[in-house]
């Protein structure tokens, strides 16, 4: 184990992340591959402060933050999902003309 | 091979798979049970690197929160029978190949740019193994020390106070239709 297989790891990770999110038309899935994505930055985060930092603990302060980010997000997103539900459109991002502006 | 090895690609592996099983199952409610598993091997890995708070908030509000919040949402929001379609094919190849172009792209950086391979400074033993614990961490994110994170922690919780606030008001029933809506 060692620095760069972490970062490959967290690359893999992130890409899947991306086509996910390209791939798929439910809301709740793209919702579902931004986590993967966060994911596989805190991987990077926690990789560097555990090899290469001369201040570790900067690394899991920031990955804490990126998880109240992250649950921040996720409020108003699942928020919006279960508003748009309730008004009975489509969980469809190709059918959500409503949102375009 | 150390037994650390073994465990990191062990884990490793688990992440990877579970990943791929969150971005491809077709079900949302299965993808939403892989995300779990993904973020649950994930904690390990921070386990294995000595970020014990890292991955115990990992568990208790990534797993324990924001996907449960995903799992009832779905459940809330499911049309028994009605799926969303997939993407059109070449959409699907479009996306396939955009990923592992950006997947190329991250490994190209990696193995050119190796910045971090300079003789970095480096935390000692000691301090590594305490730098994940909770007392450091408290400490930290406490202290108005120029290297405390005192002011980004105040400025997160009124971020999750306004997006609690924004989310109940979005999510709120509208005026009128009380019990319209149930099923």
Known sequence: ?101 | MSITDLLFYADAVLILGSTVLAVSLRHVLHAALALMMALFSTAGLFLLLHAEFAALVQVMVYIGGVVIFIVYTILLTAHLGEEVPRSHPAKQLGALIGALLFCALLLAVLWTGRAWEAPAVHAADAALAQAGGVKTIGRRLLSAAPDGFLVPFEIVSLLLLAALVGAISIARKPAGDRGEGEK
């Open chain 1, 1 to 101: 184990m060692n620095l760069t297989s972490c970062l490959v790891l967290a690359a893999l990770v992130f890409a899947c992340g991306v086509f996910g999110m390209l791939r798929n038309r439910h809301i709740i899935n793209i919702l579902i591959s931004i986590e993967l994505m966060l994911n596989a930055v805190m991987i990077n985060f926690i990789a560097f402060a555990h090899f290469r930092a001369a201040d570790p603990t900067a690394g899991s302060i920031f990955t804490i933050f990126i998880i109240a980010l992250t649950s921040a997000e996720m409020a108003v997103a699942l928020a919006v999902v279960i508003s748009l539900y309730r008004q009975r459109h489509p969980l469809d991002v190709e059918r959500m003309k409503r949102l375009h502006g």
